[in-house]
């Protein structure tokens, strides 16, 4: 018989989503906040040009292995705009299958067994299996809470930083704390990545999705970070398009062409018509965009007002928020199972994202159920504790 699990697998852990999704059921009264969806739809330009695309002979080829030109093109053009950097679209673009493979051929490419890559504390549980599967070793930066919002302390982004450090992987907006980086902390990882001579693997998957007047600043449009950057995106949240799985990622042609072979021997590339949507989705005028911000902004500050009093922390950006299961004297899980039952809420324990932050909070995704049905989620809350 063949011998048991490999060694690759033994520290990775459920994002614990499946497992209370499947607690709720299909039960019409419980409020889903548990996974990261949106009832939000695609832009329509993107829909149709999907449709328009399916079946036709281009739509259906391998061919080329790391995105059509057009959409390579249009992403190039996007991140001149946002980093002042020219980035070659043949050169310095892979189209990926959404922006997690991407995240994974990144890290192949920039770290080897043994090598350690600088996360976040609370973060993307599968920035940590990624990180793991290759054979590197996550490196937790707790975020701490200073007035009313999650912040980076610099000091202990410096004290992460190691001989073995190859990497920083950060993302903002932060899932699933709604962190986002500010002009200071960007410098401070800037200060960090040139100590380690590291690369920063940057996801900008919510980069448009920002609250209260905060902008988004790209850490690449930094002179340190320009060169040392890779930026992982996609249509998936900004453009509501989960389904496509198109993403790319984008930085110095030196690593990309080590980024496109990992591309082309795991996934092949991206679909055919799923880019052509999204070609779509980036070039339409009316792609949504703005309107989806106003909409997620106005759950969440309707959770935030109903929640007052409870240890709530208020995200900048992205779809979901955390409330601290520790400071009401449970754990995260119990705080989970309280909800479902008593309060008839599915929200995920946050366990596995992270190390000794996370795993005190319990996540709620604003961005899957609209104000209607929020309405009221402070009496469910209060009910469950």
């Given at each position: 018989m063949p011998r048991g699990r490999t060694d690759r697998f033994r520290d990775i852990e459920p994002f614990g989503i499946d497992r209370v999704a499947a607690a709720a059921g299909d039960a019409p009264d419980v409020l889903r906040l548990e996974n990261l969806d949106t009832d939000i739809p695609p832009p329509p330009a993107?829909?149709?040009?999907?449709?328009?695309?399916?079946?036709?002979?281009?739509?259906?080829?391998?061919?080329?292995?790391?995105?059509?030109?057009?959409?390579?093109?249009?992403?190039?053009?996007?991140?001149?705009?946002?980093?002042?950097?020219?980035?070659?679209?043949?050169?310095?673009?892979?189209?990926?299958?959404?922006?997690?493979?991407?995240?994974?051929?990144?890290?192949?490419?920039?770290?080897?067994?043994?090598?350690e890559v600088v996360v976040s504390d609370p973060t993307y549980a599968g920035f940590i299996g990624r990180i793991r599967l290759v054979g590197a070793r996550p490196v937790f930066v707790p975020l701490v809470v200073a007035g009313g919002r999650w912040r980076m302390d610099p000091d202990s982004l410096a004290a992460a930083v190691t001989p073995r450090t190859r990497a920083m992987l950060l993302p903002s907006p932060s899932m699933p704390s709604g962190h986002v980086f500010t002009d200071d902390e960007w410098a401070a990882v800037a200060a960090a990545c040139e100590r380690a001579d590291c690369w920063l693997l940057y996801d900008a998957a919510m980069d448009q999705i920002l609250f209260d007047g905060v902008s988004h600043r790209h850490p690449a449009s930094l002179e340190p970070l320009r060169e040392r950057t890779i930026t992982l995106g996609g249509v998936s949240k900004n453009h509501r398009m989960i389904g496509w799985r198109v993403g790319w990622a984008v930085g110095p042609a030196e690593i990309m062409s080590d980024l496109a072979f990992a591309t082309i021997y795991s996934t092949a590339g991206a679909s055919g018509f799923g880019q052509i949507g999204a070609h779509a989705a980036l070039t339409t005028e009316e792609d949504g965009v703005a309107e989806a911000v106003r909409d997620w902004r106005a759950r969440r500050d309707?959770?935030?007002?109903e929640l007052a009093g409870l240890p709530v922390v208020a995200p900048d950006g992205g779809w979901s928020l955390l409330i601290e299961a520790a400071a009401l004297g449970m754990d995260a899980p119990e705080l989970s199972e309280r909800l479902l039952e008593k309060g008839r809420i599915a929200a995920t324990p946050m366990s596995a994202w992270g190390h000794e932050v996370a795993p005190r909070y319990v996540r709620f995704v604003y961005a899957n159920e609209p104000l209607e049905r929020l309405r009221g989620i402070g009496e469910r809350v209060r009910a469950a504790l």
């Open positions: 993107a829909v149709a040009a999907t449709r328009d695309a399916v079946g036709t002979d281009d739509a259906n080829s391998w061919l080329p292995f790391t995105g059509l030109a057009p959409l390579r093109e249009v992403v190039a053009g996007r991140l001149e705009k946002q980093t002042g950097r020219a980035y070659d679209p043949l050169a310095e673009v892979v189209i990926t299958g959404g922006a997690n493979p991407g995240m994974l051929d990144a890290l192949l490419a920039t770290v080897d067994q043994g090598d309707l959770i935030l007002d």
